[in-house]
């Protein structure tokens, strides 16, 4: 399933020394997602890997899937690297955040990128926020 997959990417990146990756999934064993659905999650994570390994110099991403009560399906990825001026990047220019966003668009879904400056103005890391409605309706195991 789509939690064992991208647990061995994660494992993977982990055993390289590229970086450290903490995966937590919470509720997919207990749902059924369309493959499409899937297969794309698992593309926008490698993709946000890689975006840190090649551009925010991260140390350390902090990565959480779950399936919620309502039937969504709710990514967050967080890195620890240089971070960037959300402001001033231009998402349409910048194909891999360009990518994902349409990915998740295309489920009708929430994409937000967010790099807090820290007291001294310098952005700190990014996070990625992926909310994917009503995934599992109608899919549940139970």
Same mark, same amino acid.
């Given at each position: 399933g789509l939690?064992?997959? =991208?647990e061995d990417f994660c494992n993977d990146i982990n055993e390289s020394g590229a970086l #450290?990756?903490? !995966? &937590?999934?919470?509720?997919? *064993? #207990?749902?059924?997602?369309?493959?499409?659905?899937?297969? +794309?999650?698992?593309? =926008? &994570?490698? *993709?946000?890997? %890689? %975006?840190? /390994? #090649? @551009?925010?110099?991260a140390n350390t991403i902090e990565i959480r899937l779950e399936t919620t009560k309502t039937g969504a399906l709710q990514l967050m990825i967080k890195d620890d690297g240089r971070g960037m001026d959300i402001s001033a990047v231009d998402q349409t220019n910048h194909f891999g955040l360009l990518g994902m966003r349409e990915r998740v668009q295309g489920f009708k879904?929430? !994409?937000? &990128?967010d790099s807090e400056p820290d007291k001294n103005g310098v @952005? #700190?890391?990014? +996070? =990625?926020?992926? %909310? /994917?409605?009503?995934?599992?309706?109608?899919?549940?195991? %139970?």
């Open positions: 939690g064992a997959a =991208i #450290k990756i903490n !995966f &937590v999934s919470i509720g997919l *064993e #207990k749902v059924l997602l369309e493959q499409t659905t899937a297969i +794309t999650i698992y593309r =926008i &994570v490698q *993709e946000a890997i %890689n %975006n840190a /390994i #090649k @551009h925010a110099e879904g929430g !994409f937000n &990128v @952005h #700190k890391g990014t +996070t =990625i926020y992926i %909310n /994917i409605p009503q995934v599992t309706d109608a899919m549940k195991l %139970n």
